[in-house]
């Protein structure tokens, strides 16, 4: 019984092996070339509108951020944290921002985000951050006092 069962195993095997090789060769297409290189207007169109699309969103982070700044005189930190996020959605930042960031969302209830936001202060050079959050590590309590301007 034994011998008929080494006997099928054997044979299986091979023919499963002999059944997966049979295939494996690749199969015929044909392939098209389809790259056209960029003329020297075409390329000098595209670093144009590079740069006017950074210099766009330079002056939008400094729109947006004097306007946040505006806000957080006024103590309207809901209105700061919103202009605040919408010019580092430009691609720039400044660390003190992330620091006001990180105190307003503090003082807002959300502990998490704000400590989120001053380590990244903290990690950008803005050492005063170190300060906020070995204060929110003693569980002092922030006030309006800790944003610098």
């Given amino acids: 019984m034994t011998k008929k069962l080494l006997c099928f195993v054997f044979l299986t095997v091979s023919i499963f092996a002999?059944?997966?090789?049979r295939y494996d060769t690749p199969a015929n297409a044909t392939f098209t070339n389809t790259y056209v290189p960029m003329t020297h207007e075409e390329m000098m169109l595209r670093a144009a509108a590079e740069v006017y699309r950074e210099k766009r969103a330079r002056e939008d982070f400094d729109k947006y951020s004097r306007t946040a700044y505006e806000y957080l005189q006024k103590k309207?930190?809901?209105?700061?944290?919103?202009y605040a996020n919408a010019a580092l959605s430009t691609g720039y930042y400044n660390s003190q921002l992330y620091y006001n960031l990180g105190i307003s969302y503090y003082l807002s209830g959300q502990k998490r985000?704000?400590?989120?936001?001053?380590?990244?202060a903290?990690?950008?050079?803005?050492?005063?951050?170190n300060r906020a959050l070995f204060a929110i590590k003693k569980k002092e309590i922030l006030s309006y006092s800790w944003f610098i301007y």
């Fill in 18 to 21: 002999n059944a997966q090789n």
């Fill in 76 to 82: 309207q930190i809901g209105y700061f944290t919103s």
């Fill in 113 to 120: 985000k704000g400590k989120k936001f001053l380590k990244k």
């Fill in 122 to 129: 903290l990690k950008k050079g803005f050492l005063e951050a």
